[in-house]
Structure formats: C-alpha cells, structure tokens
C-alpha cells in the first residue's frame, strides 16, 4: 500500500522558513499534483518526500512507514527530473537499465522489466542511440522509462516538461496519464503550469509561501475558488476582480449594478467574475462599456472592456462581431460571482 503521508512538515534554511505546517495525505494509486508559482516550496516539498532534502521538522511516512532518516533508495521511490539527467556516454537502454545493474539485479530480470517499459514508451527502435541523438521529448521519455523499470511504489515528477514545446507537452502528458492508468502506481507531480495540473490530477494541491492555500479536485478549485490567490491563479484567461458595495440586495460600484438575488452582509466585497460568464446583450445590462482590444484566440475572441477604472476581460464566441472603440452592453448572472473579503481573501460563503 503505496500511501505518502506528511505531518506538520517543515523546512528551514537558517534563519529562513520556507515550508511550515504542511499536512498531506496521497491515498494508494492517487495521483496529486503540487502547483504553485515559482518560489512556493512545491519542489522543495517533493525533495523532501524522494529523500534529497532533509526535514527539518514533522515526519513523513510512505506505506504507513516513517521515512525521515531513509536514504532515497530505500524509500520504494522514483523520480523523472526536469533535465532529463541521462549519461550522455550511454545508450538508451544502458540509461534504462543502469539502476538495475547497479543493484545487481539479475540480467534476465532486467530484460524482463525492459520490454514492456520500452514498448509502453514507444522507444524500441531508439535503444542503440545515445541521448544527443534524440530530441527533448524522446530524451524525456527515456527518463520515464528509466523511473518505471525499477517498478516503484511511489512517483514523483519535477516539473517534466517545462523544457519541451508546447506540442510535445500535450503529447507527452497524455502518455504520463495514460501510464499512471496502466501502472497504478501513487504518483505527486510538481508543475507551475496549471493545464497540466487540471488535466492530470486526482487532486490538485495549490501552494503558496510554502503553505497549501487549497486543496481539491481539478473541478473543485476552479469551480469554487477558496481565496483571492487561488481564484487568480486558477483559469485561463485570469479571473476579473472587481471592487464593488454590496447593500440593499445589489452589488455595485460607480458604473456597474448586479442584482444579489440573496442575502449578502453589507459592506465592501471584491467580486470575481471569469471572462466567459459575461453576456453581451442588445438591451441596457449590469454595465456599458467600451471595446480597447480584440484578439481573436480561434473557437473565442478575448475583448478587453473599459468600464471607468475598470479594465474587464470577457471572453466571447469567435463568430462574435465587435470592433475597437464600439460601446456595448454586458451582463452577468449573480451565480457566476465569486464573492471574497478584500483584507483577508477569503471566500465568502453565500
């Protein structure tokens, strides 16, 4: 049973604390993702769980077991780096394999666990070469290979497609999630890029200062952001957020009304409204404004609306006409708003 717990994990460089608190259970056969802007300790986190990083305080367990003082070979784990980290002297098969021939593990076994790695990856006819002779995805590939092979009980992946274009990204996230299926095997993968973390994971745990600001299916922390920070950080194109009153059943500021149609405490609120909840309509709506930009993004066309100091992003069908300068009328439906206390950031709840 390949469970990885953490217990009110810390980590401090000197003086500095950079990750405090941090409690975390991944159940058998998950797969989490660790997301976050570059600083947050994601990585930092997952160094911790592989062994390549010390634990300043708190204890980590895998299987049940208490894992703080194990060296990284002995933590039934393997991880696929964002460099690749190939012997450029060795072919393919002698990077896949090396571990195995390390640990003395028998010839016949290693060409045993060599076939279906090889054929699930696709790297049969790539196996005499050497790595400056594959391109980043094949390379990539071959690391993956070389973390299956030793057929571990817990994966961990840094980040491993920041270095390869777009195109070979989808691609080779569709095999990582197709592998995870086929092995069933406890994965935690660390990325800032929030696609990869919508399409792959179970569960998403968002991270920021070294904290979890949120955790929860993809659908979850989209659809009910807890905070201000995860509201910005989650959804493409970003969420608009919008200082507004809220008295006598209306959410308003100087130019924009929205009706609440439910009890909302009065006082200051900022509303979050995602570029595709808007409408624009041929009737007077919750506000007017004027058409500064118009890209056109294929299936949608991204406008950006000035209405006063407000500058709001929507997101509208392609077929949809609209030219720069043009006045027009926008509404929204209160249940796409996303209400948070402006101090705190914290959702309020309706």
């Not at 070389?146 to 195109?167: C, G, H, Q, Y």
């Not at 929205?258 to 506000?287: E, H, K, W």
Request: negative net charge; contains cysteine.
């Amino acid at each position: 049973m390949a469970t990885v717990e953490c217990r009110d994990i810390r980590k401090v460089y000197g003086a500095l604390e950079v990750m405090r608190d941090f409690n975390l259970k991944v159940d058998d056969h998950e797969f989490v993702v660790f997301l976050g802007p570059s600083g947050c300790g994601k990585s930092t986190m997952l160094r911790m769980i592989a062994g390549l990083e010390e634990i300043t305080g708190g204890d980590l367990l895998i299987g049940g077991e208490r894992m703080n003082d194990r060296d990284p070979g002995d933590r039934g784990i393997a991880m696929v780096f964002q460099n690749y980290a190939l012997y450029p002297h060795m072919s393919v098969r002698e990077n896949i394999t090396f571990g195995l021939e390390r640990s003395g593990v028998p010839k016949a076994e290693i060409d045993r666990r060599l076939a279906p790695v090889v054929d699930a990856l696709g790297l049969g006819i790539y196996l005499s070469r050497k790595p400056a002779e594959l391109s980043g995805g094949q390379q990539q590939r071959v690391a993956i290979a070389r973390a299956m092979i030793k057929t571990p009980e817990v994966f961990l992946f840094d980040e491993p497609l920041s270095n390869l274009d777009a195109k070979l990204r989808g691609s080779l996230r569709v095999e990582i999630a197709r592998l995870h299926r086929s092995l069933k095997t406890t994965s935690i993968y660390v990325t800032h890029d929030q696609l990869e973390a919508m399409t792959l994971a179970d569960r998403i745990v968002l991270m920021k200062d070294g904290k979890i600001e949120q955790m929860g299916t993809p659908e979850e922390i989209y659809q009910r952001p807890a905070t201000l920070f995860a509201a910005g950080f989650i959804g493409t194109p970003n969420m608009n957020f919008l200082p507004m009153e809220a008295s006598d059943g209306m959410l308003s500021s100087e130019t924009i009304r929205i009706p609440a149609n439910r009890p909302i405490q009065p006082g200051q609120v900022t509303v979050g409204v995602r570029p595709g909840a808007f409408r624009l309509i041929s009737q007077p709506g919750a506000f007017k404004g004027r058409v500064e930009r118009n890209e056109f993004h294929g299936e949608t066309r991204l406008v950006t609306i000035r209405n006063g100091s407000h500058e709001i992003n929507v997101a509208l069908p392609a077929s949809t006409l609209v030219n720069e300068g043009e006045v027009v009328d926008l509404d929204v439906s209160v249940e796409d708003l996303h209400l948070f206390e402006p101090e705190t950031g914290q959702r309020i709840v309706l």
